[in-house]
């Protein structure tokens, strides 16, 4: 079996995977908040899992991923105000599901088109308030959280390995982190686990702490995804990934919360770095933010953008560059050129394998793929870059609009009329159509057998119009 080595974060070290269960391994990665589009940052984490959740399918017999949606949120609250104000129809709580049914669709569309599995459990946070309940009642029994003015808080200090995953103590954190100082706090770095909802505002019923109903509220963001992960990954699961900005405070108060209520939780955590555009950190005043569906819409291809971030590794700041773009794009359609028609039939190179193996190495495993393409060998090419997946037939019509059908027909047929001119001697002829094929990004090779013909990374299907 291959050996799979992955840096856990909260050991600070690369370490062999050992999962709990060889039989069944368990991953939950934090997801989206769906209030808008998903911008190109939102896509790193979705594309580094989806590699390392094709890896553990290729290695184990059995994967659970679980990756939440959380739609109890100030942003999408306020986009519902809105609607509502400007005389939508519905109560509140039915127009932020409409808002968040609306995102989601958004962002299901925007990862397929970059390739990436839709994981087997995508959990919504208001589907799971009970058990969120249950678990904020488990703490306060035990002393953990406590009840002020319709909030429940965790009491950070009474868990005593609180800042163990992000290697700061207690007070440091207060030094350098922006805390809320809120006379319903203990201390300052207590953090909310239910909070007041007025009428304006989406509520549940709230938890009973010390006999007492809360009252009407909401759940703090942290408790969602620990509510969630136990639902469905269990008391304890193997990996708890996503982008390193929830390592403090989200991830900390997650492993604070979940073990002070008895659960296991995660044994390995994982991090990808942050996006740059150009250079710079990504914001709407520099001008350089931008969504997936901008660069889609744009006309780059999905498999362009999981090539860039794949060529540079995951525990690295990556920077979107034009440039990066431009020769992804070059060498990706060099690649399908030379492995057109080929289909996976063989097994991945190992040496791709172990790239990926190796926490993730995929600019190793993109040099492998490039050994591979110089090699000529197109149906090992197509099988190697399939862990990455890349090169899908999915992403063909990315590439090439209406390749098939009706262009392959017209072309077919040009060559057939190119061949019946040069029968006929009309050489001039025959000259135009393979100058008009050649326009239209069509290059021809004659044989012994016939005319053989292949698309060039500059095909454009329009231009076949009129070659008839």
């Given at each position: 079996?291959?050996?799979?080595?992955?840096?856990?974060?909260?050991?600070?070290?690369?370490?062999?995977?050992?999962?709990?269960?060889?039989?069944?391994?368990?991953?939950?990665?934090?997801?989206?908040?769906?209030?808008?589009?998903?911008?190109?940052?939102?896509?790193?984490?979705?594309?580094?899992?989806?590699?390392?959740?094709?890896?553990?399918?290729?290695?184990?017999?059995?994967?659970?991923?679980?990756?939440?949606?959380?739609?109890?949120?100030?942003?999408?609250?306020?986009?519902?105000?809105?609607?509502?104000?400007?005389?939508?129809?519905?109560?509140?709580?039915?127009?932020?599901?409409?808002?968040?049914?609306?995102?989601?669709?958004?962002?299901?569309?925007?990862?397929?088109?970059?390739?990436?599995?839709?994981?087997?459990?995508?959990?919504?946070?208001?589907?799971?308030?009970?058990?969120?309940?249950?678990?904020?009642?488990?703490?306060?029994?035990?002393?953990?959280?406590?009840?002020?003015?319709?909030?429940?808080?965790?009491?950070?200090?009474?868990?005593?390995?609180?800042?163990?995953?992000?290697?700061?103590?207690?007070?440091?954190?207060?030094?350098?982190?922006?805390?809320?100082?809120?006379?319903?706090?203990?201390?300052?770095?207590?953090?909310?686990?239910?909070?007041?909802?007025?009428?304006?505002?989406?509520?549940?019923?709230?938890?009973?702490?010390?006999?007492?109903?809360?009252?009407?509220?909401?759940?703090?963001?942290?408790?969602?995804?620990?509510?969630?992960?136990?639902?469905?990954?269990?008391?304890?699961?193997?990996?708890?990934?996503?982008?390193?900005?929830?390592?403090?405070?989200?991830?900390?108060?997650?492993?604070?919360?979940?073990?002070?209520?008895?659960?296991?939780?995660?044994?390995?955590?994982?991090?990808?770095?942050?996006?740059?555009?150009?250079?710079?950190?990504?914001?709407?005043?520099?001008?350089?933010?931008?969504?997936?569906?901008?660069?889609?819409?744009?006309?780059?291809?999905?498999?362009?953008?999981?090539?860039?971030?794949?060529?540079?590794?995951?525990?690295?700041?990556?920077?979107?560059?034009?440039?990066?773009?431009?020769?992804?794009?070059?060498?990706?359609?060099?690649?399908?050129?030379?492995?057109?028609?080929?289909?996976?039939?063989?097994?991945?190179?190992?040496?791709?394998?172990?790239?990926?193996?190796?926490?993730?190495?995929?600019?190793?495993?993109?040099?492998?793929?490039?050994?591979?393409?110089?090699?000529?060998?197109?149906?090992?090419l197509v099988s190697s870059a399939r862990p990455?997946?890349?090169?899908?037939?999915?992403?063909?019509?990315?590439f090439w609009p209406e390749v098939d059908g009706?262009?392959?027909?017209?072309?077919?047929?040009?060559?057939?009329?190119?061949?019946?001119?040069?029968?006929?001697?009309?050489?001039?002829?025959?000259?135009?159509?393979?100058?008009?094929?050649?326009?239209?990004?069509?290059?021809?090779?004659?044989?012994?057998?016939?005319?053989?013909?292949?698309?060039?990374?500059?095909?454009?299907?329009?231009?076949?119009?009129?070659?008839?």
């Amino acid at each position: 079996m291959t050996e799979i080595k992955l840096y856990n974060t909260a050991v600070r070290d690369k370490v062999a995977f050992q999962p709990i269960d060889p039989e069944h391994v368990k991953m939950y990665v934090c997801g989206p908040t769906v209030y808008d589009r998903a911008h190109i940052g939102n896509a790193r984490p979705v594309i580094v899992f989806d590699v390392l959740y094709r890896l553990l399918r290729h290695v184990y017999p059995r994967v659970t991923y679980v990756r939440n949606f959380t739609d109890v949120d100030d942003r999408i609250n306020e986009t519902a105000q809105k609607r509502k104000a400007a005389g939508a129809e519905g109560t509140l709580e039915e127009l932020i599901r409409e808002r968040s049914d609306e995102t989601i669709s958004w962002y299901h569309e925007d990862m397929d088109a970059l390739g990436a599995l839709r994981p087997d459990q995508e959990p919504r946070a208001t589907d799971y308030i009970d058990e969120m309940k249950a678990m904020i009642e488990q703490l306060a029994r035990d002393g953990f959280a406590y009840a002020r003015e319709g909030h429940v808080l965790f009491r950070v200090r009474k868990y005593k390995e609180y800042g163990a995953l992000s290697g700061r103590s207690v007070d440091d954190m207060i030094a350098g982190a922006r805390v809320e100082v809120a006379p319903y706090k203990e201390d300052p770095m207590d953090f909310v686990l239910w909070k007041p909802s007025d009428d304006d505002l989406p509520g549940w019923d709230g938890p009973v702490v010390d006999g007492v109903s809360v009252g009407r509220g909401r759940p703090g963001w942290h408790i969602e995804c620990s509510a969630m992960a136990r639902a469905l990954l269990g008391d304890g699961f193997d990996i708890h990934g996503g982008g390193n900005d929830l390592q403090f405070p989200h991830h900390e108060n997650e492993i604070a919360q979940s073990k002070c209520a008895g659960h296991g939780f995660a044994n390995v955590w994982m991090h990808n770095e942050m996006l740059q555009v150009e250079g710079k950190k990504m914001s709407k005043s520099l001008g350089n933010f931008f969504t997936v569906r901008d660069l889609l819409d744009q006309g780059v291809p999905g498999e362009v953008i999981r090539f860039v971030f794949l060529s540079t590794h995951y525990r690295k700041p990556m920077d979107w560059t034009e440039k990066k773009r431009v020769e992804a794009e070059a060498t990706l359609r060099k690649w399908r050129e030379i492995a057109q028609n080929a289909s996976p039939v063989v097994a991945p190179d190992p040496a791709v394998i172990a790239a990926l193996a190796d926490d993730l190495n995929t600019p190793l495993a993109i040099a492998e793929l490039h050994r591979i393409a110089n090699s000529g060998d197109a149906e090992l090419l197509v099988s190697s870059a399939r862990p990455l997946a890349l090169l899908l037939r999915d992403f063909e019509a990315q590439f090439w609009p209406e390749v098939d059908g009706l262009s392959e027909e017209i072309i077919e047929e040009t060559i057939e009329l190119r061949q019946r001119a040069k029968a006929m001697r009309d050489f001039e002829k025959a000259d135009a159509i393979r100058d008009g094929l050649a326009a239209a990004g069509v290059k021809l090779k004659d044989t012994v057998e016939g005319v053989d013909w292949e698309r060039d990374h500059d095909f454009d299907p329009s231009k076949l119009e009129g070659l008839l």
